[in-house]
C-alpha cells in the first residue's frame, strides 16, 4: 500500500512559481512510475508530467515543457514539481499519483487509470 501527500500549492500571479511536493509513504517498490496530474472545473484529468522513480526518466505535456520540472530525491520518498512561469490555465487542482508498473514511456502511462494511487490533490491558482 502507498500514501501519497501533496503540498505546496497556493495562489500566484502569471509569471511566478510554485514547488508542489509529494510525499511517498508505505511501500515505495509500489511507486515505480509517477507522474502529476492536474484537473480544471469541467476538464478532464490531464498529466503534466511523469519519472520513472527507478531510471529517473522524465516526460512532460507539451504544455507545460520548459516550465515546469519533476524530480525526486535520493531517498526516492518525495517526488517535486517546479512549476516556473505559471500562466492562468494552469489553475486546477494538482495530482500526484504513482503506479506499480513500471513507466512504460508509452502513451499508456499518461492515462489516469494507469496509476494505482492518488494523493487528495493541491489546489494551484494563477492569476492574470
Known amino acids: 500500500q502507498v500514501q501519497l501527500v501533496e503540498s505546496g500549492g497556493g495562489s500566484v500571479q502569471a509569471g511566478g512559481s510554485l514547488r508542489l511536493s509529494c510525499a511517498v509513504f508505505?511501500?515505495?517498490?509500489?511507486?515505480?512510475?509517477m507522474g502529476w496530474f492536474r484537473q480544471a472545473p469541467g476538464k478532464e484529468r490531464e498529466r503534466v508530467a511523469g519519472?520513472?522513480?527507478?531510471?529517473?526518466?522524465?516526460t512532460y505535456a507539451d504544455s507545460v515543457k520548459g516550465r515546469f520540472t519533476i524530480s525526486q530525491d535520493n531517498a526516492k520518498t518525495t517526488v517535486y514539481l517546479q512549476m516556473y512561469s505559471l500562466k492562468p490555465e494552469d489553475t486546477a487542482m494538482y495530482y500526484c499519483?504513482?503506479?506499480?508498473?513500471?513507466?512504460?514511456?508509452?502513451?499508456?502511462?499518461?492515462?489516469?487509470?494507469?496509476?494505482?494511487?492518488w494523493g487528495q490533490g493541491t489546489q494551484v491558482t494563477v492569476s492574470s
Open positions: 508505505g511501500d515505495t517498490y509500489s511507486s515505480n512510475c
Open positions: 519519472i520513472d522513480t527507478g531510471g529517473g526518466s522524465t
Open positions: 499519483a504513482a503506479a506499480v508498473r513500471y513507466c512504460s514511456g508509452t502513451y499508456w502511462d499518461s492515462l489516469p487509470n494507469f496509476y494505482n494511487y
